[in-house]
């Protein structure tokens, strides 16, 4: 019964570590779009008549980001949830919404993570999404028009992915890539406005003050790569955010068949999910990578190509399907019971 | 610089050694524990069926059989969990077994007469049995995972000299041939072959 088990597991520890690495390039880039323009004034000025103390300017920005990433801990799943006015499941009234509570403590105990929140979405359009920033505090929310749409296996396999996220950390990690993004883009505006004031009364003295020759050549040129790297900061984040968000889905959806045993359900589903065009209406762009199938309705993820691929929420939907039924069909023969159509 | 090079290797064993032994703790009790966890799931379906009987009794007089089949199954499952641990998986399996296949039995009836499936809250009671089923059988499953990786780090080198130390003992598995339509399944007490 052993499904897929040793490599998922390497798989899982591997998505770890890449996290680590993930952030800690962050943190190093942060540090370089902070610290850097400490160096530059610092090379640019010298030891005298420096306005600001060496290192204070990357400080502050450390704290700013900190406080950031702080708070985007603490609110950012409720916030999240708002904005897509869903409603928590407390008591379930239908049987829908019994049956939906049914099946994510059935996940839980396959997946081996606590209970999350449940809520609901009024959306006619299936899809689904995880978030929260601990395991034991996380937040499962899915639209009532996949709980119209999957019967009760597929609804099992999509909850399942989302319980991979949980799992993964994937949701730590995007909680954290969000802050990250909100904090350079607030920053980046503030030190406009800055350099634009600090340029109008401060440019001619900041002349008599250079050192001159090749040091100054040097402060230009650095200057220059750190004025671009503020304005295409946003832009790289938010490229590398993508690229981590495509690589989770794929594994998310094997973990989900990990939990299942049942790679084929997962297929069906996302089968159904993607069938239906219409965009899901409640679900903003910014909240578009932590779902299960692109929310917006672009047909970005149908394409493949290096362009298509970059800038795509979600890897190609035929792929993960084609993946998933590779899995289906692999755990078929080796229980020897290849359905009769195939 | 030789002393030096054979403490430090001995250093190194010595964090070995206490790192692998945590780690048999450690895997010890997550096998207990997804024990329990299977435990919890099969003291809900015992607590399930006496409201089942109930809500169908009535309508159901003229399949008395099936009923008691039911009853008595779960009576024999109760017995056999009261003494459930780790170490008595194969009865307590064994038990289980035939309950599930009183009840996927049950459930076929139930399925078969669509007017007893509108008596009262059938419906929800057949959703809230699945439901019982998938949780035993997940619950099932990471145990059988859970066991799987403390018997087969037991059974690897270097691994296997710290067992003695760490009192591991393989852990039997919950292995269940597609045993629903047989009475007595037949129970495989094998660990570790399969991976």
């Avoid at chain 1, 899915?142 to 949701?171: C, F, M, P």
Wanted: charged share 20%.
């Amino acid at each position: 019964m052993s499904f897929e088990e040793v490599n998922l597991f390497a798989q899982q520890a591997a998505n770890r570590r890449k996290s680590r690495w993930i952030v800690a390039a962050f943190i190093a880039f942060f540090a370089w779009l902070g610290f850097g323009g400490d160096l530059i004034i610092w090379l640019a000025r010298g030891e005298q008549g420096a306005f600001l103390p060496p290192g204070v300017l990357g400080i502050l920005m450390t704290v700013f980001a900190l406080g950031m990433v702080a708070y985007v801990r603490r609110t950012g799943a409720e916030k999240v949830l708002w904005s897509t006015g869903a409603r928590r499941l407390d008591e379930p009234q239908t049987e829908q919404e019994q049956r939906f509570r049914n099946v994510a403590e059935e996940m839980a105990i396959a997946a081996g993570v606590p209970m999350p929140t449940l809520w609901i979405i009024n959306d006619p359009d299936p899809n689904a999404f995880a978030t929260g920033n601990e395991p034991a505090k996380s937040h499962v929310a899915v639209t009532s028009g996949l709980l119209t749409a999957l019967d009760r296996d597929e609804l099992q396999a999509v909850i399942g992915h989302e319980y991979g996220h949980i799992k993964n950390l994937d949701t730590k990690l995007m909680t954290f890539l969000a802050a990250a993004v909100g904090a350079v883009v607030l920053m980046r505006d503030g030190m406009g406005r800055a350099i634009r004031y600090g340029f109008g009364h401060g440019g001619g003295r900041r002349r008599k003050g250079g050192s001159g020759g090749g040091g100054g050549q040097v402060v230009i040129i650095l200057l220059v790569i750190w004025l671009i790297s503020w304005i295409l900061a946003p832009l790289v984040i938010q490229a590398l955010s993508l690229w981590v968000s495509r690589k989770r889905e794929y594994l998310a959806d094997a973990m989900s068949a990990q939990f299942t045993r049942n790679p084929l359900s997962l297929a069906n589903a996302l089968e159904k999910i993607h069938g239906s065009h219409l965009p899901t209406a409640s679900i903003k762009a910014g909240v578009a990578h932590l779902c299960i199938d692109d929310p917006l309705g672009r047909k970005l993820d149908d394409r493949q190509g290096r362009w298509a691929d970059a800038w795509a929420t979600h890897p190609p939907m035929a792929m993960r399907i084609a993946r998933l039924k590779a899995m289906g069909y692999q755990a078929l023969k080796r229980e020897g019971r290849l359905p009769a159509e195939a | 610089m030789v002393t030096f090079i054979v403490l430090a290797a001995l250093a190194a064993a010595v964090f070995w050694f206490i790192g692998a032994y945590n780690k048999l703790i450690a895997l010890k009790n997550q096998t207990v524990n997804a024990w329990k966890q299977i435990d919890v799931q099969l003291k809900r379906r015992h607590d399930l069926i006496p409201n089942l009987i109930e809500t169908v009794k009535g309508a159901m007089n003229f399949e008395r059989e099936t009923l008691e089949a039911v009853v008595q199954a779960r009576n024999q499952a109760m017995k056999a969990t009261a003494a459930g641990d780790p170490q008595h998986v194969a009865g307590v399996a064994a038990a289980e077994s035939v309950l599930t296949g009183a009840l996927t039995r049950f459930m076929a009836v139930v399925e078969a007469y669509p007017d007893l499936k509108a008596t009262g809250n059938v419906g929800q009671l057949q959703e809230e049995l699945t439901s019982t089923e998938n949780k035993i059988s997940f619950a099932r499953q990471l145990y059988n995972d859970t066991a799987t990786e403390y018997n087969t780090k037991q059974e690897q080198f270097p691994w296997n000299l710290v067992v003695g130390w760490a009192k591991a003992q393989p852990a039997e598995l919950w292995e269940i041939t597609d045993g629903a339509e047989r009475a007595v399944p037949k129970v495989d007490l094998g660990f570790g072959g399969k991976k």
